[in-house]
């Protein structure tokens, strides 16, 4: 009589909990970052959170490396790599966008400074007045400044900044852009909030002047943001190759927004932080205005490849929610 055995398979070991545990973590931890990084990735802001979620970028590197943590405790080898790869992607894009100098040619023509601020609805004049009697800039723009704001700065720094293109209104439909040279002004781009805008000879040569504020990317209130970026692009692309440009002003958008980086591909234009190395320096909301310290920068001074950046700084506006960027330009010739 033959005996027969039976080999039996061993079972595999069960899942401990916390791995399983660990692995729902990981999995809706990076769930958020790779939606967003992905629409960064093919260039679009689509609809409500993402644009939103956009000026978090660069602090999507958390979620996505607790992700990669909690994956590599789970030993789930799939998502650790797919956590990987997001953060990698991430962290890629925390880098400045777009060249780190201009092609500017020929001697310098004039040295200048350039000073843009949302004063939110007029709170902070008091302060944008002090800083500029410190800091004397030679153009100033000015986002939110109703007729009471654009009274007090006439009365204050009037002197020194006697010219001026105005979109008159109250609240944040008013802006103003002051020179201490003369100004020819022209239409306005269409938009809920003004972008005054004007020509001036400064160096001997005409420079378009224009700020730029279109409206923030809230809720229901998206499709009007890209629209209004898109005509500042387009006054970008118009004046690509007409001389001298300083674009400035709180453009409600960052380096991680697709519809800004239209502007500045548009125009071929620079942004003077990213020049300045500090592409990635906050403007809002300011410190002590709301619950969150400041996390993106929104506000800009862009300038054409007629000028070199020698420096940006940054500056605190008490009453408003918006730090200011002073830019220091040299023009050239050009020639």
Same mark, same amino acid.
Not at 14 to 25: H, K
Not at 30 to 52: E, F, H, K, Y
Not at 93 to 107: E, M, Q, S
């Given at each position: 009589?033959?005996s ?25 931890s ?15 802001? /689509?609809?409500?959170?993402? +644009?939103?979620l ?16 909690l ?9 650790a ?9 991430? =962290? ?14 020929? +001697?310098?023509v004039?040295r200048?400074? %350039?000073?843009?601020?949302n004063?939110e609805?007029? #709170? ?7 800083? %500029? ?11 939110e400044?109703d007729? $009471? =704001? ?5 009365a204050?720094?009037g002197?020194?900044l006697p010219?001026?293109?105005?979109v ?11 020179s ?5 002004? #022209? +239409?306005?781009?269409?938009?809920v909030m003004?972008m005054?805008g004007?020509t001036?000879q ?5 420079? #378009? ?5 279109? $409206?923030?990317?809230? +809720?229901?209130?998206?499709?009007a ?15 690509r190759?007409?001389g ?14 697709a519809?800004?980086?239209?502007v500045?591909d ?8 990213r020049?300045?190395g500090a ?13 969150l310290?400041?996390? %993106? #920068?929104?506000d800009?001074?862009?300038?054409s490849?007629?000028?070199?950046v020698?420096?940006v ?18 023009l050239? /010739?050009?020639?």
């Open positions: 009589m033959t027969v055995r039976t080999a039996v398979e061993p079972l595999p070991p069960p899942v401990r909990p916390e791995r399983r545990l660990a692995a729902w973590a990981s999995g809706l990076v769930a958020v970052p790779s939606v967003v990084v992905g629409c960064r990735l093919i260039g679009v802001d /689509a609809v409500t959170p993402v +644009p939103q956009l000026s978090f970028l660069p602090w999507l590197a958390l979620p996505a490396g607790l992700a990669l943590l994956a590599l405790l789970a030993r789930r080898r799939l998502l790599g797919w956590a990987a790869l997001v953060l990698a992607v991430t =962290c890629w894009f925390v880098l400045p966008y777009g060249p780190d100098t201009t092609t500017a040619r020929g +001697p310098v004039e200048l400074r %350039v000073l843009t601020a004063v609805f007029g #709170q902070g004049t008091e302060a944008l007045v002090e800083t %500029v009697r410190r800091e004397r800039p030679q153009l100033v723009y000015v986002s400044c007729r $009471l =704001c654009l009274r007090a700065l006439t204050a720094v002197p020194d010219h001026r293109a105005v008159d209104g109250w609240g944040s439909t008013g802006s103003a852009v002051l201490a040279y003369p100004l020819t002004a #022209q +239409p306005p781009i269409p938009a003004g005054p004007a001036t400064i160096g001997g040569r005409t420079v #378009q002047l224009r700020l730029a504020h279109p $409206l923030p990317p809230i +809720p229901r209130q998206v499709d943001w890209k629209s209004e970026l898109g005509r500042v692009a387009d006054f970008a692309a118009a004046r190759d007409g001298p440009v300083i674009l400035a002003g709180d453009f409600n958008a960052s380096q991680d927004h519809a800004f980086r239209s500045l548009a125009g071929r234009l620079h942004d003077a932080a020049l300045a592409a990635r320096t906050p403007t809002w909301p300011r410190e002590g205005q709301g619950p310290p400041p996390y %993106v #920068q929104i800009h001074v862009l300038v490849d007629d000028f070199r020698r420096g700084r940054f500056l605190d506006l008490a009453g408003s929610d918006h730090r200011a960027v002073l830019a220091e330009l040299d050239h /010739a050009g020639r």
